[in-house]
């Protein structure tokens, strides 16, 4: 699979934590004692270490992990597994992520999202000779379902599910902990709300290792912002994805792929796996 980089820089990173505990400047200088002035330019992406360090524990932050992703230390092993397929897709200046499944016993497959375009998917469903049966939204933001009614044209009999906390028209809903099944592939569903009301992970079982599409809940070495709730967004993350076991491959809305047990070692936002 090809090389995407990583979607958040180190100023990235600090402006979601500044954002979600709404933590001023100001307060930051005084607890920490690095100026407004330079706490402005780490934000505007200019690096200075020994005060990235200093800001760091006060928002929640892992320093390590912080100043690696500043170096661009850091990137994801590849993901290679029969049965999963990550596409990027571009909308506006980044960015987006869709996947599709298959059971590659029964040859039944499903899509998560469909990012701006997904004719990369749909072209892998008719070369391979797959029943694309089920569409799976992680959320309803416009850039992760853009394309669906492309996918939904392909097969008439196809069924969209989404969570009932977050529904749209036409989609089928479900209640957080539901399962579904691809074939002999299980799918279980888990609660990963915070970027939006009813962000969804799913959970596959029965590939090669477990797979956790988890939409914006989560991306290497950083998540999506709690535009809903940030705190949902950290402890959702903590107790459904860093539950799960190390080798559980991490499929994100944006970026690369990587694995709980990556994230546990190089994800800022989580310091106590450190």
């Known amino acids: 699979m090809s090389s995407i980089p990583l979607e958040d820089n180190f100023e990235d990173v600090l402006g979601k934590a500044l954002r979600g505990?709404?933590?001023?400047?100001?307060?930051?200088?005084?607890?920490?004692?690095?100026?407004?002035?330079t706490i402005a330019k780490l934000k505007d992406g200019e690096l200075?270490?020994?005060?990235l360090r200093k800001v760091a524990s006060p928002l929640g932050l892992d320093a390590?992990?912080?100043?690696?992703?500043?170096r661009e230390a850091w990137v994801p092993a590849p993901v290679e597994i029969e049965?999963?397929?990550?596409y990027n897709t571009v909308f506006d200046d980044m960015t987006v992520n869709n996947y599709l499944v298959w059971d590659p016993a029964s040859k039944e497959a499903a899509l998560f999202d469909t990012g701006t375009d997904a004719s990369g998917a749909i072209g892998l469903v008719d070369e391979l000779g797959l029943t694309l049966?089920?569409?799976?939204?992680?959320?309803t933001h416009l850039?992760?379902?853009?394309?669906?009614?492309?996918?939904?044209?392909?097969?008439?009999?196809?069924?969209?599910?989404?969570?009932a906390l977050e529904p749209t028209g036409g989609a089928t809903r479900f209640q957080p902990g539901d399962a579904f099944s691809v074939g002999t592939l299980r799918v279980s569903t888990r609660l990963t709300k915070g970027h939006s009301p009813?962000?969804?992970?799913y959970v596959i079982n029965g590939l090669s290792c477990p797979v956790a599409i988890v939409g914006d809940a989560l991306f290497a070495q950083s998540m999506g912002g709690g535009m809903i709730s940030y705190q949902d967004a950290l402890a959702t993350n903590r107790a459904e994805l860093f539950s799960l076991q190390d080798d559980t491959v991490i499929c994100p809305g944006h970026g690369p792929m990587t694995t709980v047990g990556e994230e546990k070692a190089h994800n800022p936002f989580y310091p106590e796996f450190k």
Do not use: C, W, Y
């Not at 200075?48 to 005060?51: I, L, R, T, V």
């Not at 009813?198 to 992970?201: D, S």
């Open 64 to 70: 390590d992990t912080l100043v690696e992703r500043a």
């Open 83 to 86: 049965g999963l397929r990550q």
């Open 21 to 37: 505990t709404g933590m001023p400047d100001g307060v930051l200088e005084f607890l920490t004692g690095v100026s407004e002035e």
């Open 143 to 163: 850039d992760h379902i853009a394309d669906r009614a492309a996918v939904e044209k392909h097969n008439s009999e196809l069924k969209t599910f989404v969570n």
């Open 133 to 139: 049966t089920q569409l799976f939204l992680t959320h």
């Open 198 to 201: 009813g962000g969804t992970t």
């Open 48 to 51: 200075d270490e020994e005060s």
